[in-house]
């Protein structure tokens, strides 16, 4: 599946970025899973390439909450 393999990545490499970009604070993880949520769909709304992936990268993150935390830390 051409799209899944696009996706993982697209959100592998945003988690390096989001990543640099956050505090070393430690959070819960519905908290940092909504954070970066919220990065996703900024970073992905600014691009136009990315935008057709918002839904289905907010619905991938959501039902992937525990590997994107682990992923996160």
Same mark, same amino acid.
């Given at each position: 599946?051409?799209?899944?393999?696009?996706?993982?990545?697209? +959100?592998?490499?945003? /988690?390096?970025? %989001? !990543?640099?970009?956050?505090?070393?604070?430690?959070?819960?993880?519905?908290?940092?899973?909504?954070?970066?949520?919220?990065?996703?769909?900024? +970073?992905?709304?600014? /691009?136009?390439? %990315? !935008?057709?992936?918002?839904?289905?990268?907010?619905?991938?993150?959501?039902?992937?909450?525990?590997?994107?935390?682990?992923?996160?830390?």
């Amino acid at each position: 599946m051409k799209q899944s393999s696009e996706l993982n990545q697209l +959100i592998d490499e945003l /988690i390096e970025v %989001y !990543k640099t970009q956050k505090s070393h604070r430690k959070q819960i993880m519905v908290k940092e899973v909504e954070d970066f949520q919220r990065f996703f769909y900024a +970073i992905t709304g600014a /691009i136009d390439k %990315y !935008k057709q992936m918002q839904y289905v990268g907010l619905h991938y993150i959501e039902s992937n909450k525990k590997s994107i935390y682990e992923k996160l830390k």
